[in-house]
Every structure is written in C-alpha cells, then in structure tokens.
C-alpha cells in the first residue's frame, strides 16, 4: 500500500514463549478449490499473473487436452483432501471466459465427480469484457457458475488503451449488463492511480461502476511489478500523495454508497462478501489445480504450501506421469504467524482471538510480544474476543506486518 508518511517501527527482538515443533491443529480448516486457466488473448503490461498469450488465437488453446489435465491434477490431489467438503470454487487465470461452454461444462462436472462440492458453494468466473458473449454466459450460469467477477480496470478508452486492454467502455458497460442480467453476484475489478490520472478522472470510473448495480468492488492501487513491461517502461504515474487522494476519495465515495470496506482492496454490500476470497484471508485450506496455481493443505502432520508446475507446456506434460507439483515446503512453526497475519489483517474487521490457534496450530501467547508492541503504536486494537487493525494500522500495513517477521 502506497503510504504518505513513515512510522518508525524498528524494535528489539521480541521475547517468545516456546512454541511446538510443528502445529497442533485440532479441525481442519474450511476447504477452497482454486482452478488456473493460464491463456489470455493478450498480456496486459502491468500483469504479472502467470498467463500466457494464446498467440495463434483463441482456436490454438489446446483445450481439450487441458481439461484432461485439469482433472486428471485433481483426481491426483485428492489422498490430500479427502472426504473433505469444498466451500467454493474459484475460476481465475488468465482469462477462464475463453473456455468454451462444453469445456467448461466437462470441467465443472468433473470437479462434482470427484470432490464433495457444497450444494450452495460459491462458484466463481473471472470474465474479461473483451470476451464476453451473452449465450457463452448463460451456458457459464446453467453449468453453476453463480458469481461473475468481470476485469473492467477503467471504462476511459484512452487509459484502457494504456493498460493495453482489448476492451472498451462501451464493451465494458455491455458486459456488466450481460453479467447482471444473469448472475446475482457480479464483482468489477478497478484499478486507480493510473497513468496522469487525478481524484475525478479515478472518482468517474467509479461512480459508473456504482450505478451498474454491481454488489462487490475490487478497487486495486495500479503497482510497477518486476518482470513487467510497465516496470521496465514506467508510465507518468500519479505521486504518492495524490494516489493516496484517490484511495481516500474512492473509500469514502463507497461508504456513503452502502458498500462494506471489508478487506484491503474488497467492498461489498451486506452479504456479498467473496466466500472464496475470505477463506484466503482467514487463512483456510484451498486446493490449487492448472498451471502455476498455488495451494495450501493442513493436516495433523502440519501445513504444506504447493504450486504446480507453471508453464502450460510443462504442465501438459506433467499429465503423462501425474507429477503436476513443480514445488511443495511444509511451512515451519515459525513462518505460521506471519503467514496467518499477513492474511487476517487485510480484513478490516480482523479475526477473532480464537481463530490463531485453529488455523496455526499454535497459541496466541507466541505473539503477545508483538500484538503489545503493534497495539502501544496505535496499530492493532485488541478486544476480548479480536484482533483487528486500526485505521492507522489499515494505512501503513506493510509496517504493520513487519513486526511480525522473525530470523528463525
């Protein structure tokens, strides 16, 4: 998060109370099925999301072979989840909307075959606007797709077309239509702090995605990621001071619309939170099949983080020998609480005390040393019952985390 001032956070080295060599977890934590597509029509030059340009066009995705993957990945997996119930499902990529209908349809058939879905799981589908089609939609929503999540980052055609979208506004106010007329539950992603842009030019764009109607905003300061070609070409950006104008005007524009500053960069009107999303930031268990995705599984042996192998090619082959993990680390006790807050504090109401020691293994006295240190800066507020960030510690997260970070 971009901040405008400096809170000296530099502290001696915290004593700790002694910890188990490896997390007593009592209940294994709710469970999320995170499904990569990996393809997009073109790479956007912020994006540093593993996708991959389909270079010959949308007909030389080897979908197919793909989907037998996807499941075969899956079927894999399931020693590692078994018998457990999955809470949701997330479509994310990439560009999943260049899935056909019938391929998607095998797919979301697949997944009910093998894992004991939820009748009322959250099911989510990344859409971009430059992919949208009406009839491919409605075939999404008959398969069970019941949240659309659509990539609009601006509806000005001139900041579109420096983000290199292949949408624009136009496309992108028809695709909200589309959405709505068929999904209950539509979120739109925003960026601010774009190239030359001021507080109106960012309040615009947000006031046409309010009157959409749309439930849930995803509203994301525009960063320079490594390996990117905006890192390596910067555009004119606005300076720190006036990105943190834009993100002041944007909250407080959408808290006098009803919507819930619910996490870092999430709002949404009561009810409407993403499941799926949440079950991240309170530190559950999902399952991460496709190329490059990313897991996280708990047992009574401990936490495993995992990721499969990252390029489509490479992935594809895995399918041959069923070996799709390209990485796998049991997390150590002393990563756990860094790990958990790195996550529960994006959430502006924070966590409850409780959750600590469900989903770490481990007691909350390992990071009372810390909580008194964040709590004497005006960062955290702690309560009988939870632990959540301030205003202040919302502001300076980044700061706020770092306490938390240990050598050992």
């Avoid at 990529?93 to 209908?101: D, F, R, W």
């Avoid at 993403?274 to 995705?293: E, Q, R, S, T």
């Amino acid at each position: 998060m971009t901040s405008r001032r400096v809170i000296p956070l530099a502290v001696a080295p915290a004593p700790r109370d002694a910890a188990p060599e490896r997390p007593q977890l009592t209940a294994s934590p709710p469970l999320s099925l995170y499904v990569h597509y990996p393809w997009c029509v073109r790479k956007c030059p912020y994006c540093d999301f593993n996708s991959h340009t389909a270079r010959g066009g949308t007909g030389d995705i080897p979908e197919a072979p793909y989907i037998d993957a996807l499941l075969a990945d899956l079927e894999t997996a399931l020693p590692q989840v078994w018998g457990r119930r999955v809470h949701s499902v997330f479509f994310g990529g990439g560009t999943p909307s260049l899935m056909s209908a019938a391929g998607f349809d095998r797919l979301l058939t697949g997944i009910r075959m093998l894992l004991p879905l939820d009748p009322l799981a959250e099911i989510t589908l990344e859409a971009n606007p430059g992919t949208v089609e009406a009839g491919r939609f409605r075939d999404y929503r008959a398969a069970g797709v019941n949240r659309l999540s659509l990539g609009i980052q601006s509806f000005d055609d001139a900041q579109l077309v420096r983000l290199g979208r292949i949408h624009d506004g136009r496309e992108a106010r028809v695709a909200i239509d589309t959405a709505l007329a068929l999904f209950d539950r539509v979120n739109l992603d925003l960026m601010y702090a774009l190239p030359e842009q001021g507080v109106d030019a960012a309040l615009a764009d947000l006031d046409i995605a309010l009157a959409s109607g749309a439930s849930h905003l995803s509203c994301y300061h525009l960063t320079l990621e490594p390996n990117t070609p905006f890192y390596r070409a910067p555009p004119p950006l606005p300076d720190a001071d006036q990105s943190a104008d834009m993100q002041d005007a944007i909250e407080a524009r959408l808290a006098d619309a009803g919507f819930r500053h619910y996490e870092t960069s999430a709002f949404a009107r009561p009810g409407q939170e993403c499941v799926h999303n949440l079950n991240y930031w309170m530190f559950g268990d999902y399952l991460g099949i496709g190329a490059g995705a990313h897991g996280k599984l708990s047992s009574h042996e401990g936490i495993v983080r995992e990721m499969r192998h990252k390029h489509p090619a490479r992935y594809l082959d895995a399918a041959k020998t069923r070996d799709f993990v390209q990485e796998r680390r049991d997390v150590g006790v002393a990563e756990l609480p860094f790990e958990f807050l790195m996550n529960a504090l994006r959430l502006t109401a924070g966590f409850p005390r409780r959750l600590f020691a469900e989903r770490t293994g481990l007691p909350l006295a390992v990071i009372e040393p810390e909580l008194g240190q964040a709590r004497e800066r005006g960062l955290v507020e702690i309560t009988a019952d939870d632990i959540r960030p301030t205003e202040r510690g919302r502001m300076f997260l980044n700061d706020l985390l770092t306490l938390f970070l240990r050598d050992d």
